[in-house]
């Protein structure tokens, strides 16, 4: 797999792997660890989605001025390094039981992958600007995306034993282990890096750091305050009279104006040689927004699926052998009379007095009525967040598929372009929604719950639009981006990540207000369609600028 690439790729995608490992073992039990009635946060669906969606939204938007650093200050090394270490300890103090200390400790993961994430994919891309790795590089990052997928798969299986065995802190403290193996990792190979860690340095024209921070980033927190600050109108749906759903929600979109305005400079500012691959890269980046708004629904809203819509039992030598290891745990049915449910509480009269019962396993609330156990039976159940391993469990199948494909429509001169695979990932991620729309009709529209193979079938389709898409967009932006502000372009692609993150959680916060389940999967499955419509229309123009700049 290595033979035909830069010997840096092994320690980037090892360095990647265990990154990814961390923050997708965290990810993974993030909002599950917040609706915890008993040792977590006790959150509502709508609190727990929108905080995630805040959270993974600011995760992707620090690459902005990650980017920045690397390429003007600090260079890839150091900015990677130190990254990485704040994620590491951002990781492990997550499992401190007090707010004000989780808020922190998501500060710290928020700015560490700011300086990590862009910089690692720019580094990646350096060493594939060499005339004997340029035909490789959409393949380099297929196997770089790949490494990525390793961590985010075997993760989950450690974040249910150590949750399972010792509780939620132990398994966020293997996150923050598994960042810091990352970044052992990455210093392991520092002599196959060379020089393309170095800065590239302020180059003639460039906006001033010092004017970046007057003209970009204290307008983005005054607007972010304003959004926090300011009211709409307020209704009996809306009584808070939020903008756009919630507080964080308002005080975010208001705090990317700038931002956003910043990028569409570039290209008004941009030399004549520049302006359309500026231009092409920030069309891409606006179609992408609404991709990453259904698919990081993966850890809300489908994790929501996972948890509570699909039939988790496990029996046989399965349940020997997930017992052993720690996968599962047991739950003792009790019989539901006269009751209700708030958040994860069950609520019943005893002797005329409302009572919270806090330990009543509510997986019992959609079993059908037919394969309800009898009254004080066990069961076994997996751990819920292991269905955040089905899409890379896809991801590492069907890569080596994918690249072998492409390898052959290569050798036969027939590769389609950059964003025509892109086009056709948004279309077939578009496709993978259906997949839901038909598990809520075969659950009776979450009434029973219904087999894991739907969310198999599910992450199967969109992971192959994803293959199509996520990796192709990191070399498209390394391809297209002038010399000098290729990690800016980077922290670009980020940027439109985490708007799209933040749409995201607020999608999954309207989970509960959807009578029809079907209806909110419709929803998801228009707002793919229309970026599908729209890529494919921009595909000329596109084509047209990859053409000009000699790249495929």
Same mark, same amino acid.
């Given at each position: 797999?290595? +033979?035909?690439?830069?010997?840096?790729?092994?320690?980037?995608?090892?360095?990647?792997?265990?990154?990814?490992?961390?923050?997708?073992?965290?990810?993974?039990?993030?909002?599950?660890?917040?609706?915890?009635?008993?040792?977590?946060?006790?959150?509502?669906?709508?609190?727990?989605?929108?905080?995630?969606?805040?959270?993974?939204?600011?995760?992707?938007? @620090?690459?902005?001025?990650?980017?920045?650093?690397?390429?003007?200050?600090?260079?890839?090394?150091?900015?990677?390094?130190?990254?990485?270490?704040?994620?590491?300890?951002?990781?492990?103090?997550?499992?401190?039981?007090?707010?004000?200390?989780?808020?922190?400790?998501?500060?710290?993961?928020?700015?560490?992958?700011?300086?990590?994430?862009?910089?690692?994919?720019?580094?990646?891309?350096?060493?594939?600007?060499?005339?004997?790795?340029?035909?490789?590089?959409?393949?380099?990052? %297929?196997?770089?995306?790949? !490494?990525?997928?390793?961590?985010?798969?075997?993760?989950?299986?450690?974040?249910?034993?150590?949750?399972?065995?010792?509780?939620?802190?132990?398994?966020?403290?293997?996150? !923050?282990?598994?960042?810091?193996?990352?970044? /052992?990792?990455?210093?392991?190979?520092?002599?196959?890096?060379?020089?393309?860690?170095?800065?590239?340095?302020?180059?003639? !024209?460039?906006?001033?750091?010092?004017?970046?921070?007057?003209?970009?980033?204290?307008?983005?927190?005054?607007?972010?305050?304003?959004?926090?600050?300011?009211?709409?109108?307020?209704?009996? @749906?809306?009584?808070?009279?939020?903008?756009?759903?919630?507080? *964080?929600?308002?005080?975010?979109?208001?705090?990317?104006?700038?931002?956003?305005?910043?990028?569409?400079?570039?290209?008004?500012?941009?030399? @004549?040689?520049?302006?359309?691959?500026?231009?092409?890269?920030?069309?891409?980046?606006?179609?992408?927004?609404?991709?990453?708004?259904?698919?990081?629904?993966?850890?809300?809203?489908?994790?929501?699926?996972?948890?509570?819509?699909?039939?988790?039992?496990?029996?046989? /030598?399965? +349940?020997?052998?997930?017992?052993?290891?720690?996968?599962?745990?047991?739950?003792?049915?009790?019989?539901?009379?006269?009751?209700?449910?708030?958040?994860?509480?069950?609520?019943?009269?005893?002797?005329?007095?409302?009572? +919270?019962?806090?330990?009543?396993?509510?997986?019992?609330?959609?079993?059908?009525?037919?394969?309800?156990?009898?009254?004080?039976?066990?069961?076994?159940?997996?751990?819920?967040?292991?269905?955040?391993?089905?899409?890379?469990?896809?991801?590492?199948?069907?890569?080596?598929?994918?690249?072998? &494909? &492409? @390898?052959?429509?290569?050798?036969?001169?027939?590769?389609?372009?950059?964003?025509t695979k892109i086009a056709f990932g948004l279309l077939i991620s578009a496709l993978s929604v259906l997949v839901m729309v038909l598990a809520v009709k075969a659950g009776n529209n979450g009434s029973e719950k219904v087999s894991v193979l739907w969310l198999f079938a599910n992450y199967?389709?969109?992971?192959?639009?994803?293959?199509?898409? *996520?990796?192709?967009?990191?070399?498209?932006?390394?391809?297209?981006?002038?010399?000098?502000?290729?990690?800016?372009?980077?922290?670009?692609?980020?940027?439109?990540?985490?708007?799209?993150?933040?749409? *995201?959680?607020?999608?999954?916060?309207?989970?509960? *207000?959807?009578?029809?389940?079907?209806?909110?999967?419709?929803? %998801?499955?228009? /707002?793919?369609? &229309?970026?599908?419509?729209?890529?494919?229309?921009?595909?000329?123009?596109?084509?047209?600028?990859?053409?000009?700049?000699?790249?495929?």
């Open positions: 797999m290595w +033979k035909n690439h830069p010997k840096a790729l092994p320690f980037l995608f090892l360095s990647e792997m265990w990154e990814r490992f961390g923050y997708y073992l965290m990810i993974g039990i993030f909002t599950l660890y917040l609706k915890d009635v008993e040792t977590g946060f006790a959150m509502t669906e709508k609190e727990a989605s929108d905080l995630y969606g805040t959270f993974i939204a600011l995760v992707f938007l @620090t690459p902005f001025i990650g980017g920045l650093v690397a390429d003007r200050y600090w260079g890839y090394k150091k900015s990677i390094i130190i990254g990485g270490i704040l994620m590491g300890i951002g990781y492990m103090m997550m499992g401190i039981h007090d707010k004000t200390i989780l808020y922190l400790a998501m500060t710290l993961v928020i700015v560490g992958n700011g300086f990590f994430k862009p910089n690692i994919s720019t580094l990646l891309g350096n060493f594939y600007s060499e005339d004997k790795y340029k035909e490789q590089k959409d393949e380099g990052y %297929n196997i770089f995306y790949m !490494g990525i997928n390793v961590g985010a798969f075997i993760c989950n299986f450690f974040g249910a034993v150590f949750e399972n065995l010792f509780g939620w802190t132990a398994a966020f403290m293997v996150a !923050g282990v598994g960042m810091f193996i990352g970044v /052992l990792v990455f210093v392991l190979g520092t002599k196959h890096y060379g020089d393309k860690t170095a800065k590239k340095g302020t180059q003639p !024209g460039d906006m001033p750091f010092s004017k970046i921070v007057l003209f970009i980033l204290l307008p983005s927190v005054i607007f972010g305050i304003i959004g926090w600050l300011i009211k709409g109108v307020a209704s009996d @749906t809306n009584p808070e009279a939020f903008i756009f759903g919630s507080d *964080s929600t308002d005080a975010f979109i208001f705090a990317c104006i700038p931002v956003v305005l910043f990028y569409s400079s570039l290209y008004f500012r941009a030399k @004549t040689d520049e302006k359309r691959p500026i231009g092409a890269l920030l069309a891409i980046f606006a179609v992408v927004i609404l991709f990453w708004a259904v698919f990081k629904l993966n850890g809300s809203a489908l994790n929501n699926w996972g948890d509570k819509y699909t039939d988790r039992e496990v029996s046989g /030598l399965a +349940k020997d052998i997930t017992d052993n290891i720690k996968l599962t745990k047991e739950l003792e049915y009790k019989k539901d009379s006269v009751a209700v449910y708030d958040n994860a509480f069950r609520i019943q009269k005893v002797n005329g007095e409302v009572v +919270k019962e806090v330990n009543y396993p509510l997986y019992f609330r959609n079993v059908a009525p037919d394969k309800l156990p009898k009254e004080g039976t066990k069961i076994s159940v997996w751990a819920s967040n292991l269905s955040q391993s089905i899409n890379p469990f896809w991801v590492i199948v069907l890569t080596p598929l994918v690249v072998a &494909f &492409f @390898t052959f429509l290569r050798s036969r001169k027939k590769e389609p372009s950059t964003p199967g389709v969109i992971t192959i639009g994803e293959l199509l898409l *996520s990796p192709m967009g990191l070399s498209v932006v390394s391809k297209l981006s002038p010399v000098n502000i290729t990690s800016l372009m980077m922290g670009g692609w980020f940027l439109a990540t985490s708007i799209g993150n933040k749409l *995201s959680g607020v999608l999954a916060s309207m989970w509960d *207000s959807y009578d029809n389940k079907a209806d909110f999967f419709w929803v %998801n499955f228009g /707002l793919l369609l &229309f970026a599908t419509l729209l890529m494919f229309a921009l595909l000329k123009q596109l084509n047209t600028v990859m053409r000009e700049r000699g790249i495929n």
